[in-house]
């Protein structure tokens, strides 16, 4: 695989994943959805470590990867689904987008990280200032948004608090058997939810798009995504590899409008462009000043 292609489909799949949710659970309970999907990842995984012969190791280290890592499945993934009922996959794209931002902060915090610079600070702010105009947008106009809007943002919490205690365990491991070893761990609290929300199987009411897109997310949004994920983030700079960030809620908020009739209107837009801007002052913010300040002190 090369790697244009591999970051294309990145592009492509995290870009398609926030509508392919909120299709899935129109007919799906979003806690089946979600389940159905981890379920349909897990077995082709499993097969390529069999076919590749790649281990999946159960020492110590290897567990706490695992959980730290079915923390973001788990956490991240069921709150996305819940928020799918309550606002468009556009917006929770953009919402997503914050996560480099908050896995910042949260990096400072727990792993001790250097303080965030003048440039970080005024990017946090500026993305802060563009979610908080979105989301007035959203709440005022539909008085259940505020719902799928505190989903999200406790979903992209797992996901940059996952992210987070991963950066923690010294470890090697490949990433396919790190999918299939955290997909193992989030499988059982999948399915306590599940059964203690729902417990019902009423396949006769599900549409085709539902089936369709839970098939989509557990092969292409969850196994295929991932490989591509990890090939390029090994090839590519760390910087390159974040414009997907504010690359994919552009395209997932074109793809809402046409082929879902997703409203978009003049605060999203807005406040969608402080987001995005503020991702691209925290990634290159610093690099920017520095290069200007070596400049005219030449």
Same mark, same amino acid.
């Given at each position: 695989?090369? !790697?244009?292609?591999?970051?294309?489909?990145?592009?492509?799949?995290?870009?398609?994943?926030?509508?392919?949710?909120?299709?899935?659970?129109?007919?799906?309970? @979003?806690?089946?959805?979600?389940?159905?999907?981890?379920?349909?990842?897990?077995? @082709?995984?499993?097969?390529?470590?069999?076919?590749?012969?790649?281990?999946?190791?159960?020492?110590?280290?290897?567990?706490?990867?695992?959980?730290?890592?079915?923390?973001?499945?788990?956490? &991240?993934?069921?709150? $996305?689904?819940?928020?799918?009922?309550?606002?468009?996959?556009?917006?929770?794209?953009?919402?997503?987008?914050?996560?480099?931002?908050?896995?910042?902060?949260?990096?400072?915090?727990?792993?001790?990280?250097?303080?965030?610079? @003048?440039?970080?600070?005024?990017?946090?702010?500026?993305?802060?200032?563009?979610?908080?105009?979105?989301?007035?947008?959203?709440?005022?106009?539909?008085?259940? $948004?505020?719902?799928?809007?505190?989903?999200?943002?406790? $979903?992209?919490?797992?996901?940059?608090?996952?992210?987070?205690? !991963?950066?923690?365990?010294? !470890?090697?491991?490949? @990433?396919?058997?790190?999918?299939?070893?955290?997909?193992?761990?989030?499988?059982?609290?999948?399915?306590?939810?599940?059964?203690?929300?729902?417990?019902?199987?009423?396949?006769?009411?599900?549409?085709?798009?539902?089936?369709?897109?839970?098939?989509?997310?557990?092969?292409? &949004?969850?196994?295929?995504?991932?490989?591509?994920?990890?090939?390029?983030?090994?090839?590519?700079?760390?910087?390159?590899?974040?414009?997907?960030?504010?690359?994919?809620?552009?395209?997932?908020?074109?793809?809402?409008?046409?082929?879902?009739?997703?409203?978009?209107?003049?605060?999203?837009?807005?406040? &969608?462009?402080?987001?995005? $801007? &503020?991702?691209?002052?925290?990634?290159?913010?610093?690099?920017?000043?520095?290069?200007?300040?070596?400049?005219?002190?030449?």
């Amino acid at each position: 695989m090369s !790697v244009p292609i591999a970051y294309f489909a990145v592009i492509l799949i995290w870009s398609t994943t926030p509508l392919a949710i909120v299709w899935s659970s129109e007919t799906i309970h @979003p806690t089946l959805a979600v389940l159905l999907r981890m379920l349909i990842a897990v077995v @082709p995984g499993w097969l390529i470590l069999k076919a590749f012969r790649i281990e999946l190791p159960w020492h110590k280290k290897a567990l706490k990867l695992y959980s730290f890592s079915a923390i973001g499945i788990f956490g &991240g993934m069921l709150f $996305a689904y819940l928020a799918a009922g309550y606002i468009s996959s556009g917006l929770m794209s953009l919402m997503f987008g914050l996560a480099p931002i908050l896995s910042g902060v949260l990096s400072k915090r727990i792993l001790a990280e250097s303080a965030f610079s @003048p440039a970080r600070k005024i990017a946090l702010a500026v993305a802060i200032c563009g979610l908080a105009m979105v989301c007035f947008d959203k709440i005022s106009l539909k008085d259940d $948004a505020y719902i799928g809007i505190v989903a999200v943002l406790i $979903a992209v919490s797992f996901f940059s608090f996952s992210g987070v205690l !991963v950066k923690s365990v010294d !470890v090697a491991i490949n @990433p396919m058997a790190t999918t299939v070893g955290s997909l193992l761990f989030s499988i059982p609290l999948f399915t306590l939810v599940w059964f203690i929300f729902d417990g019902n199987i009423p396949y006769e009411l599900w549409s085709n798009k539902s089936i369709l897109s839970v098939v989509y997310l557990g092969v292409i &949004g969850s196994l295929v995504g991932f490989i591509a994920y990890f090939y390029v983030l090994q090839r590519l700079k760390a910087s390159t590899v974040a414009l997907i960030t504010m690359i994919t809620p552009v395209i997932a908020i074109s793809l809402g409008l046409v082929l879902n009739n997703e409203t978009v209107n003049t605060n999203l837009i807005v406040g &969608g462009l402080a987001i995005i $801007a &503020g991702l691209a002052i925290y990634q290159w913010g610093d690099l920017v000043i520095k290069y200007n300040h070596n400049k005219y002190a030449q």
